[in-house]
């Protein structure tokens, strides 16, 4: 575990959508990959002790899948391992800048990766690796959102940044609606009484209930990452703190 409350407090959860590295027609986008990984070493470099929790969305999306035969269940651990795939390629490039680094995975997959558990994701941060977080929860019908609410809790963040391809949380679809209003700053009832789509249910609440806050960014902005875990004010950050939007 940590040794002192300001290392907790230096802590950051990053959530990575399966989106990030690539699309359904390109699973693995080399520039992509780049892009996300080179934002994170920008990152590491000003605050290197951050979890990231990838999805595999690029891959698979359980909640999503039209194969008749194959029920959610299954459908929910054909996308746990498509995390563990991306992890493992994050990880061999973030390997091959000179860094150290880690997949953990919520399930064994052998000798891919070792399992996780908070303590040794505790240990690894401790050392300055960057500590990848895959395999969703291990469990079917849970989000990859909630995964990340989930283990920012477990290694003591201060704050989940959900890297994202818009830049924050607005009132309504940016990429539809070029009208959309950002938001700069939400409480969590604000999010609740305007129904914002920051994250699904299960993952808002453990966020809301257990005082964590989360930063929405655009990861495709070049120093965003950075510029949040130094505490700038990028994108839209959700806290528990009231904040009047009459």
């Known amino acids: 575990m940590p040794s002192s409350a300001n290392e907790i407090n230096d802590r950051f959860l990053i959530k990575l959508s399966g989106e990030a590295f690539g699309t359904h027609d390109q699973s693995i986008d080399a520039a992509a990959l780049d892009l996300v990984g080179s934002e994170l070493l920008l990152a590491w470099r000003e605050r290197p002790r951050f979890a990231v ?15 008749a035969a194959i029920d959610r269940v299954h459908a929910d651990y054909v996308g ?45 941060l401790d050392s300055g690796s960057i500590v990848i977080l895959a395999g969703g929860t291990g469990c079917p019908f849970f989000s990859t959102d909630t995964t990340a609410s989930l283990r920012a809790l477990e ?32 409480d969590f009832d604000t999010v609740v009484a305007k129904r914002l789509g920051v994250m699904d249910a299960t993952a808002f609440a453990l966020c809301r209930d257990n005082g964590l806050a989360i930063r929405v960014l655009n990861i495709r902005v070049a120093g965003n990452l950075r510029r949040a875990v130094c505490g700038e004010e990028i994108g839209t950050l959700v806290t528990g703190r009231s904040v009047n939007h009459d």
Not at 88 to 114: D, Y
């Open 155 to 186: 290694i003591g963040a201060k704050t989940l940044i959900k890297a994202t391809r818009v830049d924050g949380v607005f009132d309504r679809d940016p990429e539809k609606d070029h009208a959309a209003v950002k938001f700069d700053v939400l």
């Open 53 to 67: 929790v990838v999805g595999g969305g690029n891959f698979y999306r359980g909640r999503s899948a039209n194969f």
């Open 80 to 124: 746990m391992l498509a995390t563990v795939m991306n992890g493992i390629i994050l990880q061999q490039w973030i390997e091959a800048q000179g860094l150290a680094s880690e997949v953990l995975s919520a399930f064994p997959v052998g000798s891919m990766c070792k399992s996780y558990n908070p303590a040794e994701a505790n240990a690894l």
